[in-house]
């Protein structure tokens, strides 16, 4: 009988270890599943942290233009926004790049075939760009854009403009069809690159004189001499 109950006692003790042993185990899963699910998002954090410049990174303007513009044109008009983004100025250390020109084909039209569709254009330079590649592109072309607040803004053939960006995403896309004093036509770049890159919407002020000044389907660029205190200070947020 004292065998058995030894032997029982013997038995319970081994249990009590293994359920021990086991719930160490369990304890130390959960342990590493946590630690290893913090790890994940200390990478993910840090990944996105590493994709926003910060002050003193160099950003790449890329200017793509299209086989109707050529590399000269496309020269002139990265000396020129050098030039004078540092007389408005915009501040930032921007790398312009002179892209190869592309030809488009015709699914980049509109549903009418007769202009550039200058969404389906964005959507492509979307693939490559990001916070620190910001791309431009330039044409001669008539490009439009679907629009139901504008007069037959929503039929096939768009409504006509002058650029169009994505907000912070880093993609525009101009064209100096409409322009009226092609001298001026780095105002239309710059206005389209401060949508895309900074996030600025059309000037709250509605100041004639400041670049970012909503175009409303008329040229006005040989008005427009600066950027307004209050865009100004939209910029800096």
């Given at each position: 009988m004292k065998k058995n109950h030894y032997f029982l006692q013997i038995l319970f003790v081994c249990f009590a270890a293994c359920g021990i042993a086991v719930s160490s185990c369990s304890k130390k899963t959960e342990t590493e599943t946590q630690t290893a699910q913090n790890a994940e998002q200390t990478d993910v954090k840090t990944k996105q942290a590493e994709e926003k410049p910060v002050s003193g990174e160099t950003v790449v303007v890329a200017l793509q233009p299209f086989s109707d513009y050529s590399q000269a044109e496309t020269k002139k008009m990265a000396d020129e926004l050098k030039k004078y983004w540092k007389e408005l100025p915009i501040e930032g250390n921007w790398e312009f790049r002179v892209?190869?020109?592309?030809?488009?084909?015709?699914?980049?039209?509109?549903?009418?075939?007769?202009?550039?569709?200058?969404?389906?254009?964005?959507?492509?330079?979307?693939?490559?760009?990001?916070?620190?590649?910001?791309?431009?592109?330039?044409?001669?072309?008539?490009?439009?854009?679907?629009?139901?607040?504008?007069?037959?803004?929503?039929g096939p053939n768009g409504?006509?403009?002058?650029?169009?960006?994505?907000?912070?995403?880093?993609?525009?896309?101009?064209?100096?069809?409409?322009?009226?004093?092609?001298?001026?036509?780095?105002?239309?770049?710059?206005?389209?690159?401060l949508h895309a890159h900074f996030g600025l919407p059309h000037c709250p002020g509605n100041d004639l004189k400041c670049i970012m000044k909503d175009a409303e389907g008329k040229p006005k660029t040989h008005l427009q001499t600066n950027i307004c205190d209050i865009c100004r200070a939209k910029m800096k947020k």
């Open positions: 892209l190869s020109p592309i030809t488009p084909g015709t699914e980049l039209l509109n549903e009418a075939k007769a202009r550039l569709d200058a969404a389906k254009i964005l959507n492509r330079f979307s693939e490559t760009a990001n916070d620190h590649y910001v791309i431009i592109g330039l044409t001669h072309k008539d490009i439009s854009h679907k629009a139901s607040d504008r007069p037959g803004g929503d409504w006509g403009v002058f650029g169009l960006s994505y907000m912070n995403k880093h993609v525009s896309v101009v064209s100096d069809y409409r322009e009226k004093v092609k001298s001026q036509f780095w105002k239309t770049a710059t206005h389209e690159f």
